[in-house]
């Protein structure tokens, strides 16, 4: 087993916790939150079916003075409001939300780099 396939493997492993655990802080935190009508609104802006969850999640991850910022610009409706969302749920939410953002980034960017690396014949071949 050479290093490009130890990669591939990590980042397959990655992508299959980060799917079990959309599904998981989704059905714990964004369900709940989305049935409170306080943060029924502050989920932000849903490209696609489920992508509060992702925005939920970005909410507890950033540092906080960059989610005030976003707070305060004319793009808020884009983005969770994290004032709102920290007041409404538990640190075991927030942890959850951490976690999943940061390994679902991870594995994707990873994935890209081992293409772009692949590609850039890196691993020779």
């Known amino acids: 087993m050479d290093i490009e396939q130890i990669f591939f493997a990590l980042i ?7 799917g079990v655990l959309y599904v998981a802080f989704g ?16 989920l932000g802006l849903e490209y696609a079916s489920g992508w509060d969850i992702i925005n939920v999640a970005q909410a507890f991850s950033l540092p906080r003075s960059w989610t005030r910022k976003v707070e305060n610009s004319k793009f808020a409706f884009m983005y969770a409001n994290a004032t709102v969302l920290f007041e409404n749920t538990t640190k075991f ?12 980034t991870l594995t994707g960017l990873s994935g890209a780099l ?6 850039l014949g890196v691993f020779g071949k």
């Open 93 to 104: 939410d927030r942890i959850l939300g951490f976690i999943f953002y940061w390994l679902i």
């Open 12 to 18: 397959v492993a990655g992508s299959i916790l980060s």
């Open 27 to 42: 059905q714990v935190t964004v369900r709940r939150l989305r049935k409170n009508p306080k943060t029924k609104g502050a």
């Open 114 to 119: 081992l293409v772009l690396l692949n590609y």
